[in-house]
């Protein structure tokens, strides 16, 4: 199984861009995680934000290959534990497909992103920075894997 993050932004700070190559690095035998990164639709001052939305949900959708179990990241979507994040990997290696996980755009998901998604996750109710997300995403499957493993990377 392959995981494949899809995320709107491009050019991570640096102290992002080394932790998320620290964790894709660890994860690399377990579940190897690509990095697709979009351009962001235009927004600001006489730009229409809903229209910078819909071109990131489209650029999302079209970076998804065909047979992809797809997460995505929502405020609204459900909060998982470090040990149901494993209980979750453990389930989607078994059903064979790849992963992709999703991060929108400043604005969210377009809705059809959304009625994509297989499932949706939140990491909890804090607004985070998207970059940062894309690190703890990262660190968080790197533990789930090692839950499921049997590794003393988590202590809980």
Do not use: C
Not at 36 to 55: H, S
Not at 56 to 68: F, M, R, S, V
């Amino acid at each position: 199984m392959r995981a494949r993050l899809i995320a709107v932004g491009e050019r991570m700070p640096g102290w992002v861009a080394e932790g998320f190559a620290e964790y894709r690095k660890r994860l690399s035998h377990e579940l190897p995680l690509e990095l697709v990164e979009l351009k962001p639709g235009n927004r600001g001052k006489g730009r229409d934000d809903a229209r910078a939305i819909q071109d990131e949900g489209a650029a999302i959708l079209a970076a998804l290959p065909h047979d992809i179990h797809v997460v995505a990241l929502d405020g609204r979507g459900k909060s998982w534990s470090s040990e149901e994040l494993a209980a979750q990997l453990a389930g989607w290696r078994m059903a064979g497909r790849d992963l992709a996980f999703l991060i929108g755009g400043p604005d969210g998901h377009a809705p059809e992103v959304l009625a994509r998604a297989d499932q949706r996750w939140s990491l909890g109710p804090l607004t985070l920075p998207h970059m940062l997300v894309r690190l703890l995403l990262a660190e968080q499957l790197y533990r789930a894997t090692t839950i499921v493993a049997g590794h003393p990377y988590h202590r809980a």
